[in-house]
């Protein structure tokens, strides 16, 4: 540690983790990798803001990757599981907020007939995987690419955001066996997992494909895709497993499947229509019946916890009902289910109302707007693609002219806009997501103030990526 560098500045803080952690950082894409610098050390955070270990505060638009749908620390949530400390921190044993957990979640997402609570949405989908590979005695699995379903060995092929950004195919030690057994296709792309379903169907367990996919920027599913794809699983006896870890509980009451199978919400091919605008008052479905389509399986995770680990795995009942201790398909966790976690989830859950929802839709809109606005003013090709209330800004005159609609165009963008941009948001007080591949996450908190914040620092952000030249990419 040098003299000039003040005990506990974000750049004291990141030597000293890098000597004792891996980067420095627990998961890959906090430590700035891609735009270059130091990674902010928070020290606290509260409704839209967060707040460093130099005492800056930013505009958040991370939400702890999309768990803070509520906003920071919000006062119900934050009372909910101080309550649930004192009764104890965790008892290997059942516990009744697990059931009513399971039951808000059935009500939400009346596909979800039954539920079971894991810690991680990597776990989620593994166990997901695992089900229904279990109900249909087949072995392969089908990926797209650009969506992620967090870190477990099958899953990592093409998976978009913190794999893209280090630049990595996949990652060393996973088995080439067990990469074998993942096959990845094009996102968005129907006749490409017609004519591999024709081939394999029969060796094909499961589809798993994102509610929308959001983790190579937003990229939501072009209209009949998602339905196309249950279609297809259906008539080749695979299993359909949606991974609604980000879109869930967060794009709206019932996910991405309450609101594309049950409200009818289309991508338009510009990006899709600003939320809110054709609907006014969000439908929260009475049962499958309502439906377009069902997924067999989905997946949750981010905001079903509230900002402590949680995540789960629900479906069909005859197919969840294969798991442990009931089916031959093993799953388990130590933590699953803690208190700690269930009473966070229980509360933002509770707290998640229509009018929530229509907070988080009315910022998304207007932050999507304002930032495409100085973008516009200085000229920097861009689109903002949505999926509900997720966003994320593509750069250049392709993605401002047609659109991204899967991973190959996610990577064609002009990513190294992002870094200036990005850092000249950051010194205005805006904390971004540290990736052009991310989502941009913003909450019932991002009031007024929280916005023209971000319409402040929008003008000096857009300079800084038209200035922006590939060369100097980091
Ligand atoms: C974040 C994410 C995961 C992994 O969840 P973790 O809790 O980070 O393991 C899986 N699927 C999707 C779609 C995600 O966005």
Known sequence: MTTQTPARSNAALFETARAVIPGG???????????????????????????????????????????????????????????????????????????????????????AERVRLVSTGTEATMTAVR????????????????????????????????????????????????????????????????????????????????????????????????????????????????DEVLTGFRVGPAGWWGLEAVEGWVADGQGGPVPGSTHSARIWPASTAEASWVPDLLTFGKVIGGGVPLAA??????VMDLLAPLGPVYQAGTLSGSPLATAAGLATLELADDQVYRAVDAASAQVGQVVSEALSAQGVAHRVQRAGSLFSVMFGDSAASSGVHDYEGAQAQETWRFAPFFHAFLREGVALPPSVFEAWFVSAAHDEEAVEAIAAAAPAAARAAAQARPDRQG
């Open 25 to 111: 950082v627990d998961s890959p894409v906090r430590a700035f990798g891609s735009v270059g610098g130091t990674p902010r050390f928070i020290t606290s955070a509260s409704g839209a803001r967060v707040r460093d270990t130099e005492g800056r505060d930013y505009v958040d638009l991370v939400g702890s990757w999309g768990p803070a749908l509520l906003g920071h620390a919000h006062p119900g949530v934050v009372e909910a599981v101080r309550e649930a400390a004192w009764r104890g921190l965790s008892f290997g044993a059942p516990t009744e907020a697990e059931t009513l957990l399971a039951q808000e979640v059935r009500r939400r997402v009346p596909a």
């Open 131 to 242: 089900l229904a590979r279990g109900a249909t005695g087949r072995d392969l699995v089908v990926k797209l690419a650009g969506c992620y379903h967090g870190h477990s060995d099958g899953l990592l092929a093409a998976a978009g955001s913190g794999v893209a950004t280090a630049g990595l195919p996949g990652s060393a030690g996973v088995p080439q066996m067990v990469a074998a057994q993942t096959l990845v296709l094009p996102y968005n792309d129907l006749p490409a997992l017609e004519a591999c379903l024709e081939q394999r169907g029969q060796e094909v367990a499961a589809v798993i494909l994102e509610g929308a996919a959001a983790n190579m920027g937003v990229v939501p599913p072009l209209p009949g895709y998602t339905a196309g794809v249950r279609r297809l699983t259906a008539q080749h006896g695979a299993l359909m497993i949606l």
């Open 313 to 318: 795995v629900g479906g069909r009942a005859d």
